[in-house]
């Protein structure tokens, strides 16, 4: 089984900025794309941003765009997402997921998940 490992996830301040990573062995992100994912408690899990591995091709939901990039390091077989401007909604634990697309039925692989809160 693919494992994925996030870290970068901590305490902020609104207006702050975070990054998280997501890292896995060998050429797993080389023939997958990755999506990052969030949950907040009692709400549904929501797209966040996706990236295709070979073309580097992004995409982010309408609540992050502007404020989020994500990006590649195909050597490192690590993603990651930059995170300015955040805001108290953005709090949620973010997940990192191998696949493709916006909708999380379409990602096979999970990591565990990095908690994000921003204080306002």
């Known amino acids: 089984q693919v494992q994925l490992v996030e870290s970068g996830g901590g305490l902020v301040q609104a207006g702050g900025s975070l990054r998280l990573s997501c890292a896995a062995a060998?050429?797993?992100?080389?023939?997958?794309?990755v999506g990052w994912f969030r949950q907040a408690p009692g709400k549904e899990r929501e797209f966040v941003a996706a990236i295709t591995w070979t073309a580097g091709s992004t995409s982010y939901a309408d609540s992050v765009k502007g404020r989020f990039t994500i990006s590649r390091d195909n050597a490192k077989n690590t993603v990651y997402l930059q995170m300015n401007s955040l805001k108290p909604e953005d709090t949620a634990v973010y997940t990192c997921?191998?696949?493709?697309?916006?909708?999380?039925?379409?990602?096979?692989?999970w990591g565990q998940g990095t908690q994000v809160t921003v204080s306002s």
């Open positions: 060998g050429r797993t992100f080389r023939t997958y794309g």
């Open positions: 997921a191998v696949g493709a697309g916006r909708v999380d039925t379409y990602y096979d692989y």
